[in-house]
């Protein structure tokens, strides 16, 4: 699957999209992005496993609010888009 990053998490990872196979659930493609760039991803998406407040995971288009959550099924021919909480004014 394409996995698209915006905002600080292009610093982070230091690319604006990876591939990545195999994952089954969101929850399941996090860990392994998290165990791949390391604890200054997870800081930016995760609190006790679960998302921070204004975290966007977004599965073929639609926020996986609207979905299963974190064990929204994916597919490898899915893109997913990876926001971290922002503000502005």
């Not at 604006?16 to 760039?37: N, S």
């Not at 200054?40 to 639609?62: C, K, P, Q, Y």
Request: a negative charge; hydrophobic letters at 45%.
């Amino acid at each position: 699957m394409i996995v698209r990053f915006y905002a600080s998490l292009r610093d982070v990872t230091g690319t604006k999209e990876a591939r990545i196979a195999g994952c089954k659930t969101v929850g399941e493609l996090l860990k392994r992005m998290c165990d791949k760039y390391g604890k200054a991803f997870e800081d930016l998406l995760l609190r006790d496993g679960s998302l921070i407040v204004g975290v966007m995971v977004l599965v073929n288009g639609t926020h996986i609010a609207h979905l299963q959550g974190l064990d929204t099924p994916l597919s490898d021919d899915c893109v997913v888009d990876v926001f971290p909480p922002v503000a502005g004014g």
